[in-house]
Every structure is written in structure tokens, then in C-alpha cells.
């Protein structure tokens, strides 16, 4: 059965994260730390829904800004919010001793953006300090704090 070909790519990111730890120590914690992540998919889906991004070719550019802007200084704040209060009961199993792929998700969608997009997400996320805790204890950890040093620079 170890060379059962696995499909989807967050069915791929669960195993991964199961076998790294990082689902938590029960069957609970890891319907949380997966509530956690869906809701991290579910700002990330929006986001692209919104229509701004290099892959919206169907507009004008002017439209697209008026989108982004929208996005960044609306839309994404009010996600960060929801997820903010998600998090609040439960931020000892979303980042305790060990970050979980919970944790992991929020890092990428506040740490691991567009260098240009930073200062925007930033902004959306500034008043999110539970969010802003568990993306830097990601960023923080050693293994990941490496692997950011020493990753590829690709356009994803």
C-alpha cells in the first residue's frame, strides 16, 4: 500500500502534515487544526474569485486596482477577523509547543505572499494579533526559518 498514488494537493498537504506531526495528539485536535486550514482556503479561494490577479486576463488593469484595493483594505480584513475569532478558543492546538499545519496555513497567507502584496496584508492583518503570533512563530521555527533561507526564488 506505500506506493498508492495520493491525488489532490490538500489531500497531499493532510498526509504530509500527518506524518510530520503536525495534525495534533487527537482526532479532535485535527478536525480543528483542519477547520482552521479550510478557513484559510476558503480567504485564499476568495481572493482569486476576486478577479485581480496576474491570471484575470478578462480586465482592464484600472478594474483590477480597484479590485485589489477592495480586496486588501475590505474584504481580507474582515476574513482575517473570522479567522481571528476561530483561533482565539483554540490557539493553544493551532500553534502550542510544535506549529500545526494550521499554523503553517496561516504563515503562508500573512508571511509567504507576493513581496509587493507584503505591506498590504500587513495592513489587513494588523489588528489580527493571534494571527500575527502564530505566522511568526512559524517563521520563527528553525527548520522553517532554513528552508525559507534556502528555497528556490520561483514565481510561486
Known sequence: ?????????KAMERYI???????????????????????VRDVKDAQGR???GMFSR??????KAVLKAEW??????????????CVAPVETVVCGE??????VCIWSLLRDGSKEDQELVDQAA?????????ADAVANHP?????IAKRPVTMM
Not at 1 to 9: A, F, R
Not at 72 to 85: G, K, M, V, Y
Not at 126 to 134: D, H, I
Request: charged share 25%; aromatic share 6%; with cysteine.
Open 17 to 39: 502534515a500527518s506524518q510530520g506531526g503536525l495534525m495534533g495528539s487527537s482526532a479532535i485536535e485535527a478536525a480543528i487544526i483542519d477547520s482552521i486550514a479550510e478557513h
Open 50 to 52: 476576486k478577479g485581480f
Open 72 to 85: 486588501f483594505e475590505t474584504d481580507l480584513p474582515s476574513w482575517l477577523q473570522r479567522i481571528e475569532a
Open 98 to 103: 510544535t506549529p500545526s499545519y494550521a499554523a
Open 143 to 147: 527548520a522553517v526559518a532554513t528552508w
Open 58 to 63: 478578462d480586465k482592464p488593469d484600472e478594474d
Open 126 to 134: 494588523a489588528s489580527c494579533e493571534r494571527l500575527n503570533a502564530v
Open 1 to 9: 500500500m506505500d506506493e498508492q498514488p495520493v491525488g489532490q494537493s
